[in-house]
């Protein structure tokens, strides 16, 4: 599955420390499928600032679209 291809997939995800000190990303989706991310807190700020960067593009692009006439998604 790439990146832009949309899913009818459901999940709830959860991100937090665990007791060992790694942070956890728990991501658990239907038909019991659970999976546990675990990241040393380097790992995880890298994660945290591609998500930034990915959040900005996103928004970067939705403005262009709304200046453009495009309808934006949601």
Known sequence: MG???????????QIGPTDAGMVRIYIEAEGGIEL???FDPEEADEIAEELRAAAEA?????EEGSKSGKPRRR
């Open 36 to 38: 546990p991310l675990d």
């Open 58 to 62: 996103a928004r970067l692009m939705t």
């Open 3 to 13: 990146i832009n291809k949309q899913s009818d997939i459901a999940a709830n995800i």
